[in-house]
Structures are given as structure tokens and as C-alpha cells.
């Protein structure tokens, strides 16, 4: 649709027709930005030697955030150690092209390292240590780190509504446990004066529509916003299975968590689609992927809050989708596995050139 700017230039549609293909095609964050909306991606900073890898992140995106090199695993190694490497990376890439960037996650049950999870810690001692972390890890990217993901799904998927059992909230938790949210509240609070000027996101999966999750989310958000706890903003992960998304349900959503004055992000946008024993889809199923990439951005765009679009990665070639899947699924992002433009870019791209109405 790279006429489409034109059209309402030159009012003919033949000017187009005959002068179109001098018009370069704009990327992603080019067609973002009458928007202002932040288009990003997960990254692996081990790929960013890699040239095709490098050079389409660079042209496309405008949002950065690392898939897992900020995580317990990788950035708390040793109970007095940290290792900031990978992370430094990803904002140094980041500050290099431009781009802003996302951090996730201070907060999860998973991908935690083993000192931490067979420490048979007490109460007061995970507190301590959580309280070192947040801010460790907040302070060192204080001024470079925009927005954090502070707690990772903290709802249960098995007993929707309720909070999942982890270690931080009664695993043994740190101290409050039975006292409903607090757990979480205290974490937003750390990550707040470690850094005062980040935006802070409480992330989630499967709470994108309007379902006990996330009218769960929807009440502590409340609940946060009306006490002063400071909460900027939900990500909605987005990880589609099954080609199917109630984008209706996704839109209402959006906006009533927008009506509470956070910001929305979509974080980890991905789209699995069946593959076969090469790893490819069909046609028909890359065309409904397109679709739904696009179905989704335009709901983003359609409410002022909703402030980035981020996917789970961007090329194929290093989607976590597969290992996920045992190798079912695949071919979830907008390039293939040779950076090729897939239906969903141009999807995409559409919708952001039409921008927000
Ligand atoms: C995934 C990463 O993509 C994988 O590389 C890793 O092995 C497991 O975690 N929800 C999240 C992300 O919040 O952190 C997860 O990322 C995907 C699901």
C-alpha cells in the first residue's frame, strides 16, 4: 500500500497507478510513526553478529526487548552476582539505531536460577533478595530501559481469577501471603523508586480477551490506580494458537484498560501456524495469519493508549514457537526463516499506514 499517502495527495488514483513503483516501500517503523506507535521485538543478542538478522531489526523495528537475556537465569547467575552482558547489548543495539527499549521480567516463576529455587530461603531472606534484584537490575538501566515488565503472570491459567502459588507470593512468598495482590503491589513499588521515571507493566498471557484473567487484572489495576500504586501500563502478550482470535473481545478489552489511564502494550505477538516435516505452513494458513497480524494492530490503533506492538521475535529462523510446540507449529512471526517479508508484514504494515481512527 505504498500509494495509499499519495492518494490523498494528488486526489487521483492514476497518479499512483502510473508513478507507484518510484515510491519506496516504507518499513515498519517508518509507517509507525504518523502514529507514534512503537513497533518492537523480542531479541536474542547472540544473532546480533549476524548480518540479516542485524539489518532487518535495524530497519524495521523502533522497540527493542530482550527475549531472555534479562531474565533470573541470565542476569542473576550467582546470589551475589549479576551478569548484565546480554542486556547491555540489546540497549547498546538499541541506542545505536534509535530505538527505545522494553525490559522483561523482574518477576516470574519461571526461568529462575536453581541457587534461588532450592535455596529453601525464608520468607524475609526471598524478600531481601527480591528487593536487591528489582533494583539492581532497574537501577543498571536506569534512563535506558523506558518500560519494565515487573510482574510476569502472576494469574493462575487452572483457576482463573486467582493468583498462581510461586515461590515469591506463599512458595513460601516474601511475606504476604493471604494478603491478596500486596505481593505484587510491593514489587511495583521497589521497581518504582529504583526508577522513578520508568513505565511500569503488569505482563500476561491468555488475559487478551475479556475472560476471568484478565477481569481479574482489571480489578488490581483499579484497585492500584485508586491508591496511588504505580502502575503505568498491562501487556497483553498475544501468543495466538489456532488461528483464532476474538478481536472483538481483544478491542473491549484494550479499551477498558485504557479507560483506567495505564497504557496497553501488545508484547509478544506471535501467530502459530501448523507445519509440516520441513517446518512450512500453507498458503491459506499464511493469508489468515496475515489476517489476524492485521486484525490486531488496527484494534491497537483504534484506542490512544494502546502505545506498541511488539512481536515475539521476527524471523523464523529463531522463533521460540518450535521448541514450544514440539515442532507442531511454527512460522508464527513476519519474516521466514531467509528474512523474507511474509503476508503478515504486509498485513501489518498496512495497518499502520492506515494509522490510528
Ligand atoms: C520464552 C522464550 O521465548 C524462550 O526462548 C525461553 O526458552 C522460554 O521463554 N511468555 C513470556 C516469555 O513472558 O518470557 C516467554 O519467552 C514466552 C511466554
Given at each position: 500500500?505504498?500509494?495509499?499517502?499519495?492518494?490523498?495527495?494528488?486526489?487521483?488514483?492514476?497518479f499512483c497507478l502510473g508513478f507507484g513503483s518510484a515510491v519506496p516501500e516504507q518499513s515498519l517503523r517508518e509507517a509507525a510513526q504518523g502514529s507514534g506507535l512503537l513497533i518492537g521485538t523480542a531479541v536474542?543478542?547472540?544473532?546480533?553478529?549476524?548480518?540479516?538478522?542485524?539489518?532487518?531489526?535495524?530497519?524495521?523495528f523502533n522497540l527493542l526487548e530482550p527475549e531472555d537475556a534479562l531474565k533470573w537465569e541470565v542476569v542473576h547467575p550467582e546470589p551475589q552476582s549479576f551478569d548484565f552482558s546480554q542486556g547491555d547489548q540489546v540497549v547498546d543495539f538499541a541506542f545505536r539505531h534509535g530505538m527505545s527499549v522494553r525490559g522483561h521480567t523482574l518477576v516470574?516463576?519461571?526461568?529462575?536460577?536453581?541457587?534461588?529455587?532450592?535455596?529453601?530461603?525464608?520468607?524475609?531472606?526471598?524478600?531481601?533478595?527480591?528487593?536487591?534484584?528489582?533494583?539492581?537490575?532497574?537501577?543498571?538501566?536506569?534512563?535506558?530501559?523506558?518500560?519494565?515488565?515487573?510482574?510476569?503472570?502472576?494469574?493462575?491459567?487452572?483457576?482463573?481469577?486467582?493468583?498462581?502459588?510461586?515461590?515469591?507470593?506463599?512458595?513460601?512468598?516474601?511475606?504476604?501471603?493471604?494478603?491478596?495482590?500486596?505481593?505484587i503491589e510491593r514489587c511495583f513499588r521497589w521497581?518504582?523508586?529504583?526508577?522513578?521515571?520508568?513505565?511500569?507493566f503488569y505482563n500476561e498471557a491468555e488475559a487478551?480477551?475479556?475472560?476471568?484473567?484478565?477481569?481479574?487484572?482489571?480489578?488490581?489495576?483499579?484497585?492500584?490506580r485508586q491508591r496511588g500504586v504505580p502502575i503505568d501500563g498491562v501487556g497483553l502478550q498475544m501468543h495466538i494458537a489456532n488461528l483464532h482470535a476474538d478481536v472483538a473481545s481483544i478491542s473491549a478489552n484494550i479499551k477498558r484498560f485504557t479507560a483506567l489511564g495505564v497504557q496497553v502494550h501488545i508484547t509478544e505477538m506471535d501467530v502459530a501456524l501448523p507445519v509440516d516435516a520441513d517446518r512450512n505452513p500453507s498458503q491459506a494458513d499464511l493469508q489468515r495469519q496475515a489476517d489476524i497480524y492485521g486484525q490486531i494492530a488496527a484494534a491497537c490503533l483504534s484506542h490512544a493508549g494502546c502505545?506498541?506492538?511488539?512481536?515475539?521475535?521476527?524471523t523464523d529462523k529463531y522463533s521460540?514457537?518450535?521448541?514450544?510446540?514440539?515442532?507442531t507449529q511454527g512460522a508464527a512471526l513476519l519474516f521466514d526463516r531467509s528474512y523474507r517479508a511474509k503476508p503478515a508484514y504486509e498485513a501489518l504494515r498496512d495497518a499502520l499506514e492506515e494509522g490510528r481512527r
Open positions: 500500500m505504498k500509494c495509499r499517502a499519495l492518494i490523498f495527495a494528488v486526489a487521483t488514483a492514476a536474542r543478542p547472540a544473532q546480533f553478529s549476524e548480518a540479516a538478522y542485524a539489518s532487518t531489526l535495524a530497519r524495521e516470574w516463576h519461571r526461568q529462575n536460577p536453581k541457587w534461588l529455587t532450592e535455596g529453601n530461603y525464608t520468607s524475609a531472606e526471598l524478600a531481601e533478595i527480591l528487593e536487591k534484584h528489582i533494583k539492581t537490575v532497574v537501577g543498571h538501566y536506569r534512563g535506558k530501559i523506558f518500560a519494565w515488565d515487573v510482574v510476569n503472570e502472576a494469574f493462575d491459567e487452572l483457576h482463573p481469577g486467582t493468583l498462581r502459588s510461586t515461590i515469591w507470593r506463599d512458595q513460601p512468598g516474601i511475606g504476604l501471603a493471604g494478603n491478596g495482590n500486596s505481593y521497581a518504582h523508586e529504583a526508577d522513578p521515571h520508568a513505565l511500569l487478551e480477551v475479556v475472560n476471568r484473567k484478565s477481569d481479574a487484572i482489571y480489578a488490581m489495576v483499579l484497585d492500584f502505545a506498541a506492538i511488539q512481536t515475539w521475535g521476527f521460540w514457537m518450535g521448541s514450544h510446540s514440539k515442532q
